[in-house]
């Protein structure tokens, strides 16, 4: 069984620049959800996708946006970069577990480390 | 909203020590709970759950047990080892409404040999 992956593992940017972050959700999950983690702090959630829709979102502009694709793999789309971005990006993936379809227990991947410049 | 709250770190302890982390939280109907660990320069590993009061998670040694009367999530281990040193972080996820995670700030432990 394949775990949670992410790419890239860093990543280097400057300010006002877009940036593209990658997913593959572990099999057989059908939920992904993404946090950025800043130095020294608990994961901020940032917005989860289930069946390719948006299905609740954090305290982030609108600038963070995201897609999940059919396989369930999903990107985390960031604009105009800010110094402020520079975190720890994580993705966690489960699956949709009963009638009301709420999600369970959340596995992570290792991250993709955001450097704004 | 809901919140989680860790006791401050770091926690420095000598090999073999009994450890405490505790945790406490504010959420409105009976969320889930979790401890995940992260070691340095990696992603959360799941390290156990609880899904209602009076159930206790355990996993490698440690262990956290849901106290519904003192919103509390304390995770312990009666034997710590060098290899335990990392950052726990104690988190909900509510089973209703948005279904949106809480995580706390985290705790950082040291194990000395």
């Known amino acids: 069984e394949t775990g949670v992956t992410q790419s890239p593992t860093h990543l280097i940017k400057t300010r006002g620049q877009q940036v593209t972050l990658r997913c593959s959700s572990q099999?057989?999950?059908?939920?992904v959800s993404w946090y950025q983690q800043a130095l020294g702090q608990g994961p901020q959630f940032i917005f989860q996708?289930?069946?390719?829709?948006?299905?609740g979102r954090g305290n982030f502009p609108p600038r963070f946006s995201g897609l999940q694709f059919p396989n369930y793999s999903s990107e985390l789309n960031v604009n105009a970069l800010e110094l402020d971005d520079s975190a720890l990006y994580l993705c966690?993936?489960?699956?949709?577990?009963?009638?009301?379809?709420?999600?369970?227990?959340?596995?992570f991947g290792p991250g993709t480390r955001l450097t704004v410049l | 909203g809901d919140s989680v709250t860790q006791m401050e770190g770091p926690v420095t302890l000598s090999e073999e020590a009994f450890l405490t982390i505790n945790c406490t939280y504010t959420?409105?109907?009976?969320?889930?709970l979790f401890w995940y660990v992260q070691y340095p320069g990696e992603g959360l590993q799941l390290l156990l759950k609880?899904?209602?009061?009076?159930d206790k998670g355990s996993n490698k040694g440690f262990e956290a047990t849901y106290r519904k009367e003192t919103t509390s999530f304390h995770l312990e281990k009666g034997s710590v080892q060098v290899s335990d040193s990392a950052v726990y972080f104690c988190a909900l996820l509510p089973t209703g409404g948005s279904y949106i995670p809480t995580f706390g700030r985290g705790t950082s432990l040291i194990v000395h040999p």
């Open positions: 609880a899904t209602k009061a009076d």
């Open positions: 966690a993936s489960s699956p949709h577990v009963g009638s009301g379809g709420r999600p369970d227990t959340q596995y």
């Open positions: 959420a409105t109907g009976y969320p889930s």
């Open positions: 996708y289930y069946r390719e829709e948006e299905n």
């Open positions: 099999s057989g999950h059908n939920t």
